[in-house]
T-cell receptor
Framework: GAGVSQTPSNKVTEKGKYVELRCDPI?????LYWYRQSLGQGPEFLIY????????DSGLPNDRFFAVRPEGSVSTLKIQRTERGDSAVYLC????????????FGNGTRLTVT | DQQVKQNSPSLSVQEGRISILNCDYT??????FLWYKKYPAEGPTFLIS?????DKNEDGRFTVFLNKSAKHLSLHIVPSQPGDSAVYFC?????????????FGKGTKLSVKP
């Protein structure tokens, strides 16, 4: 079956531009997560959706970052006024809504801000 | 301030021998621990987990040990195979396995030599 799909796989943008990163979770997975991985670091939590609502957005670094999941399936991570420090691999994951259910990660979107 | 620490950035092991990857944590509220494996250009893949009420969990060649008093866990791979070569991330949660917000270490790169 299909795994978590993230598009684009690579995105290069200029400082100050707006970007959208898309995540298609595994069908039937109600929980969806965004993480960010910078070079030499482990994944860092950004936001967690349960259905359509953001259950925990405590990891979003500032108000330039926003994520939506309007129909409880596909999610979009939006970054306004990008900065060079936003360059990283943005990982999306989904899981079933039960204790111990593992996160299934996509291959990520590599964002480069020049 | 890293709550989950993997102090060895890399480990090299001969095929057939045991690989031991270590992880230390500082937050005594963590109650669920996981190991993920990551190949280049792919997302992390769930490997094995352990609840804080246990001190050992085994799945085939992979065993995770938890020492709560030392705030330490380790992943043992026996026997190691060249296909095990990857970056291994330790992660922890305070959610009892609901995994809404995982805290990851920086990873250990394992190389298994034929």
């Amino acid at each position: 079956g299909a795994g978590v799909s993230q598009t684009p796989s690579n995105k290069v943008t200029e400082k100050g531009k707006y970007v959208e990163l898309r995540c298609d979770p595994i069908s039937g997975h109600t929980a969806l997560y965004w993480y960010r991985q910078s070079l030499g670091q482990g994944p860092e939590f950004l936001i967690y959706f349960q259905g359509t609502g953001a259950a925990d957005d405590s990891g979003l670094p500032n108000d330039r970052f926003f994520a939506v999941r309007p129909e409880g399936s596909v999610s979009t991570l939006k970054i306004q006024r990008t900065e060079r420090g936003d360059s990283a691999v943005y990982l999306c994951a989904s899981s079933l809504n039960r204790l111990g259910a593992p996160l299934h990660f996509g291959n990520g979107t590599r964002l480069t801000v020049t | 301030d890293q709550q989950v620490k993997q102090n060895s950035p890399s480990l090299s092991v001969q095929e057939g021998r045991i690989s031991i990857l270590n992880c230390d944590y500082t937050n005594s509220m963590f109650d669920y621990f996981l190991w993920y494996k990551k190949y280049p250009a792919e997302g992390p893949t769930f490997l094995i987990s352990i609840s804080s009420i246990k001190d050992k969990n085994e799945d085939g060649r992979f065993t995770v040990f938890l020492n709560k008093s030392a705030k330490h866990l380790s992943l043992h791979i026996v026997p190691s195979q060249p296909g095990d070569s990857a970056v291994y991330f330790c992660a922890a949660s305070v959610d009892g396995g609901s995994q809404g917000n995982l805290i990851f270490g920086k990873g250990t790169k394992l190389s298994v030599k034929p």
